[in-house]
């Protein structure tokens, strides 16, 4: 049975850091893409970072470049979301998804889904 839990998120002030993590069982990690997407209430969901399998392809909404940082340890079968100086608005749900075609990811799309993690973030 696969299982993807998200962790790490939290409440922070604006300008701080938070690290999510996302662990993978169930499924073979080193094969698959993981993605992760916020979505707040009432809003569409959005990719936010994205990595391909061997950690040779990586994605940034433009929203979050030059602040996030996204990496995998496969031994560990751990996507980490390094999130820099950040905003009010992204307080939101962050979730995590895995698939084996880094394309379906880049579409907002995914096989696997976690519960998600909830940042807040405030002023």
């Known amino acids: 049975q696969v299982q993807v839990v998200e962790s790490g998120g939290g409440s922070v002030q604006a300008g701080g850091s938070l690290r999510l993590s996302c662990t993978v069982s169930?499924?073979?990690?080193?094969?698959?893409?993981i993605g992760w997407f916020r979505q707040a209430p009432g809003k569409e969901r959005e990719g936010v970072s994205l990595?391909?399998?061997?950690?040779?392809?990586?994605y940034y909404a433009d929203s979050v470049k030059g602040r996030f940082t996204i990496s995998r340890d496969d031994a560990k079968r751990t996507v980490y979301l390094q999130m820099n100086s950040l905003k009010p608005e992204e307080t939101e749900m962050y979730y995590c998804?895995?698939?084996?075609?880094?394309?379906?990811?880049?579409?907002?799309?995914?096989?696997?889904w976690g519960r998600g993690t909830q940042v807040t973030v405030s002023s």
């Open positions: 169930g499924l073979k990690f080193g094969d698959y893409s």
């Open positions: 998804a895995a698939d084996r075609t880094y394309a379906r990811l880049l579409r907002n799309q995914g096989t696997c």
């Open positions: 990595i391909g399998w061997g950690g040779y392809s990586t």
